[in-house]
Every structure is written in structure tokens, then in C-alpha cells.
T-cell receptor, first 118, second 111 residues
Framework: DTGVSQDPRHKITKRGQNVTFRCDPI?????LYWYRQTLGQGPEFLTY????????KSRLLSDRFSAERPKGSFSTLEIQRTEQGDSAMYLC????????????????FGPGTRLTVL | DAKTTQPPSMDCAEGRAANLPCNHS???????VYWYRQIHSQGPQYIIH???NNETNEMASLIITEDRKSSTLILPHATLRDTAVYYC????????????FGQGTRLTINP
């Protein structure tokens, strides 16, 4: 299967600990997105990369959150000093963006990482 | 991004066509209509998208009104595995294209 993969699928941590999630996009996809989804809500945009450049960050992404995509392939999302309010599903998506032609930039999502902060 | 309005829930009998409506009255000319669905505890799954013409793929059909202010997703022969939350999203053709998810429609397929 060559879809988006995320690791780990589940993470339980204690308040105050740091956690890191990894996302591997579909091969050759140049854009990578992170979203967060809390119980009963739709996913909310956090940030996105085009190749290795982080082009936009949501106000939801506090200074405890940092995302990287160092070589323009996989990405990591780190949360420092976790809080109970960080408990959510963290979703990664990727797309193949082409600036010319006005073609749709369809995002394909991974299975998500479910974080529980105790 | 334009906002969308969907009914919170719908039911459909297995084997029948499921028709999911979406209003996007403030859509602009440079925005696509996308549909995703999310089965419990999984990541959203892309279904279909369109700009102004009707579209069909192996999963569904998308009917967009001529004024583009509303659309309908059609699952022609619903199965129990189609039970999910369905999201209608409008997204810019160019630019960041971050998806703005609403509450979606919880579709339940009944045997």
C-alpha cells in the first residue's frame, strides 16, 4: 500500500511529557498537511509544507507545537509539555500540487495518531 | 473559504441510493467542491470533487447546480460499509488549499 502512513497509531502520555509523531506522505507528493481532530468535531488545519518549507501555521499551533519536514519527504510533529487539552487525533495528509493548470490539489489522509494525555 | 451547510444526520436503506445535500451559497468561481467521508476512528477518505460540471467515479456521483450554490453527493447503491460522516468542503483552486471541515452529515445505512 502506498498511501499516507502515520506512526504511532496510538500514544498515551502523561501531562508535561513531550511527544513526537511521524508522517510519511505518498511518494512524490510535495505538499504535506497536519490537522487535529477532537471528539465529535471535524478535523482542523494546523500547518502545511510545500517540499521542506513550512508555508502556513494555524493559530491553533501554539508555541508548544513544532513541525518539520527536513528533506521534503516525511514530517514530524512534536508537542512539548503536553496538556490534557492536547488529547486528540492528529491527522496527516499529502497532495501533489502543481501551480500551473488550475488542477485540483486533492489531499489524501493517513489513518491518524490518537493522542491521550493523562 | 466559503462555508458549507449540511444536515447533521441522514438514514438510508441498504441497496438504495443515498443522496447527501450540501449548500455552499457563498462559493466563489475559484473554489472546488470536495467530498470526504470518515468512518469511525479512521482518517478522512477522499470521495470526489468538482468545479461546475457533474462528476462520477467508482465511489459516487457529484451533482452541482448550475449556480454552484449547492451540490448533492450520490452513493448509488448504499451498503452498510458506507455508514460514516460525510463532509462537504469548498476549497480554493490555488493557494494553501487547507481544508475547512464543518460538522458533516452522519449517514447511517440500515439493513
Amino acid at each position: 500500500d502506498t498511501g499516507v502512513s502515520q506512526d504511532p497509531r496510538h500514544k498515551i502520555t502523561k501531562r508535561g511529557q513531550n511527544v513526537t509523531f511521524r508522517c510519511d506522505p505518498i511518494s512524490e507528493h510535495n505538499r504535506l498537511y497536519w490537522y487535529r481532530q477532537t471528539l465529535g468535531q471535524g478535523p482542523e488545519f494546523l500547518t502545511y509544507f510545500q517540499n521542506e518549507a513550512q508555508l502556513e501555521k494555524s493559530r491553533l499551533l501554539s508555541d508548544r507545537f513544532s513541525a518539520e519536514r527536513p528533506k521534503g519527504s516525511f514530517s514530524t510533529l512534536e508537542i512539548q509539555r503536553t496538556e490534557q487539552g492536547d488529547s486528540a487525533m492528529y491527522l496527516c495528509a499529502s497532495s501533489s500540487y502543481r501551480s500551473a493548470g488550475g488542477l485540483a490539489d486533492t489531499q489524501y489522509f493517513g489513518p491518524g495518531t490518537r493522542l491521550t494525555v493523562l | 473559504d466559503a462555508k458549507t451547510t449540511q444536515p447533521p444526520s441522514m438514514d438510508c436503506a441498504e441497496g438504495r441510493a443515498a443522496n447527501l445535500p450540501c449548500n455552499h451559497s457563498t462559493i466563489s468561481g475559484n473554489e472546488y467542491v470536495y467530498w470526504y467521508r470518515q468512518i469511525h476512528s479512521q482518517g478522512p477518505q477522499y470521495i470526489i470533487h468538482g468545479l461546475k460540471n457533474n462528476e462520477t467515479n467508482e465511489m459516487a456521483s457529484l451533482i452541482i447546480t448550475e449556480d454552484r450554490k449547492s451540490s448533492t453527493l450520490i452513493l448509488p447503491h448504499a451498503t452498510l460499509r458506507d455508514t460514516a460522516v460525510y463532509y462537504c468542503i469548498v476549497s480554493l483552486i490555488q493557494g494553501a488549499q487547507k481544508l475547512v471541515f464543518g460538522q458533516g452529515t452522519r449517514l447511517t445505512i440500515n439493513p
